[in-house]
């Protein structure tokens, strides 16, 4: 498995300044495009075709790996996994009759290594890193991502600093020590300018460390993962796509990689048809979708001023791929939705009750922007609909452990135990 590339070149979505494949390069280095342009990866298609058919995919072991022409890596030597990927397609058929729809999937993505669908972009980057031969690795996350990240570098033996908002869940927190990463905790998030980012870009300037977010404009790699999440989908319907999928907004990142991951599937002739694609956001912190309501340039993007909802995951005061993210959306026919941490704390119990699926807000908040739409009569109900389920409910322990009052403790005899379950 040695030299699997077919990378082409790198190109910034800003200055459109290119970069060969060759080049160790995570940034644009055009003044100005800074965290702002993205080095997006165009590859050979028609030379992958010539490689890469359905049978040969059909017969590979799933994962993320299986799809290794379309990932940005050339040494295959140095691949790393932890068993991403390979997550599934849930037909869920309770919670399909209780919102009247005959076709509900969920891609159920809790199923992945760190609890978050964040593997799969940050198996890429960190395979990555270990082909630049970098030793320490560096991110600004909410959570999922930077214990992903700290998952992989402690598999790859790289060191791993973790800088996240002090309104991070303990239980994300928790994860990131035991993975053996550096934790920084930093105020302001509240203001609208992300400061964890702020100090990636200082950081990873000053001390040469290599930053992995999961965003593109400070390293293009990691969303290239986003796109396998697209052609598992597309397998797991017999290489069909399905109508319509709602996908949860944060940065954008996942979102314009599953969109990538459709057309190129298309364009390789592995598929016909392609999903309309609905970005779902918390009302808390929409700058995306109010970018797509007011018809905004999509490389001017305004950044939302005040972030405050129960998602953390999404809670972006910039969308860091926005650009992409809208453009996807535009092209898919798509629409964008805003929900209420009422709505999202709503759709976490649904899921869970109907479908046995326990899932972060963040994670949920795909479903709530469904219900929605279903109550605003925009879905048609005989459509094929998959909603993505991106991370676990055991990520945010303490939003749920907030609704519910612990029972009491009671003696073990039959008049106690009708007392607690039966009276009230
Ligand atoms: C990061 C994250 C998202 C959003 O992904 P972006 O690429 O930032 O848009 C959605 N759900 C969960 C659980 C996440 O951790």
Request: net charge positive.
């Amino acid at each position: 498995m040695i030299k699997v590339s077919f990378v082409i070149k790198l190109k910034c979505s800003r200055c459109s300044e290119e970069y060969s494949p060759e080049e160790k390069v995570t940034m644009c280095r055009t003044p100005g495009c800074k965290g702002l342009g993205r080095l997006d990866i165009y590859y050979n298609y028609d030379k992958i075709s010539k490689q890469l058919s359905k049978s040969k995919l059909e017969q590979r072991k799933p994962g993320v790996w299986k799809y290794k022409e379309l990932l940005p890596i050339k040494d295959g030597t140095r691949i790393i996994t932890l068993g991403e990927g390979n997550t599934p397609l849930i037909k869920v058929k309770r919670l399909g009759e209780k919102l009247g729809l005959k076709n509900l999937y969920v891609k159920n993505e809790i199923g992945n290594p760190t609890g978050s669908f964040k593997d799969r972009p940050m198996v890429i980057g960190v395979t990555k890193a270990l082909e630049f031969g970098v030793k320490t690795t560096v991110t600004a996350s909410s959570g999922n991502a930077a214990a992903s990240l700290a998952a992989y570098s402690a598999k790859a033996g790289l060191e791993c600093y973790a800088f996240v908002p002090e309104t991070a869940p303990i239980s994300k927190i928790a994860q990131l020590f035991l993975y053996g990463a550096k934790v920084a905790r930093f105020k302001g998030l509240e203001k609208g300018e992300d400061p964890t980012v702020k100090m990636l870009i200082e950081a990873s300037e000053k001390y040469g460390w290599y930053p992995c977010p999961s965003f593109g404009p400070f390293n293009p790699y990691q969303a290239e993962g986003a796109k396998t999440m697209s052609y598992e989908i597309i397998e797991q319907f017999d290489w069909n796509s399905p109508d319509v999928i709602f996908v949860p907004v944060g940065g954008g990142g996942l979102l314009a990689g599953n969109w990538k991951g459709f057309k190129e599937f298309y364009e390789l002739g592995f598929v016909k048809n392609l999903p309309r694609i609905i970005a779902v956001q918390p009302e808390g912190c929409a700058p995306l979708i109010r970018a797509f309501k007011k018809g905004e340039d999509p490389l001017n993007i305004s950044r939302w001023e005040r972030p405050k909802t129960v998602a953390g995951g999404l809670s972006d005061p910039y969308p860091w791929d926005g650009d992409a993210a809208l453009k996807s959306i535009r092209e898919s026919n798509g629409g964008g939705v805003a929900v209420s941490d009422k709505e999202i704390l709503e759709a976490q119990k649904l899921l869970a009750k109907y479908e046995g699926i326990f899932a972060e807000p963040s994670g949920v908040a795909s479903l709530a922007g469904l219900i929605k739409m279903l109550n605003e009569n925009k879905i048609d109900k005989d459509e094929t609909i998959v909603v993505e389920i991106t991370g676990s409910g055991f990520k945010d322990i303490d939003i749920v452990i907030k609704q519910f009052k612990l029972p009491p403790a009671i003696e073990p005899n039959i008049k106690e135990l009708e007392k607690t379950l039966f009276s009230s």
